[in-house]
Nanobody, 120 residues
């Protein structure tokens, strides 16, 4: 009932840019927030950035000033513009969606992940 499809990952040199996109398909959910998490090899999944329906954003300190999250409510799509990429940004990036059915509590949903590799 909720499908998240990510795109935009790949290989880039340090200092380069990538843009991730995630389309959320759902017809019966009320959206609370969308965003991105990442998981590097051997590490725990961590927050990258989130954005609420009202537009409030939250960023990890490590990406502030370099990454920008945005969303298109009409298309139910969230974007992550990543600039000045560093090798330590290398990870699998997961799209995140929090939403709820009518009269139900919000739940979290995840995409399959897209690999971002930054070479030095």
């Amino acid at each position: 009932q909720v499908q998240l499809v990510e795109s935009g990952g790949g290989l880039v040199q340090a200092g380069g840019s990538l843009r991730l996109s995630c389309v959320v398909s759902t017809s019966i959910f009320s959206t609370t927030a969308m965003g991105w998490y990442r998981q590097a090899s051997g590490k725990q999944r961590e927050l990258v950035a989130t954005i609420t329906t009202g537009g409030t954003t939250n960023y990890a300190d490590s990406v502030k000033g370099r990454f920008t999250i945005s969303r298109d409510n009409a298309k139910n799509t969230v974007y992550l513009q990543m600039n000045s990429l560093k090798p330590e940004d290398t990870a699998v990036y997961y799209c995140y969606y929090r939403g709820s059915r009518p009269f139900d509590t919000p739940r979290d949903y995840w995409g399959q992940g897209t690999q971002v590799t930054v070479s030095s």
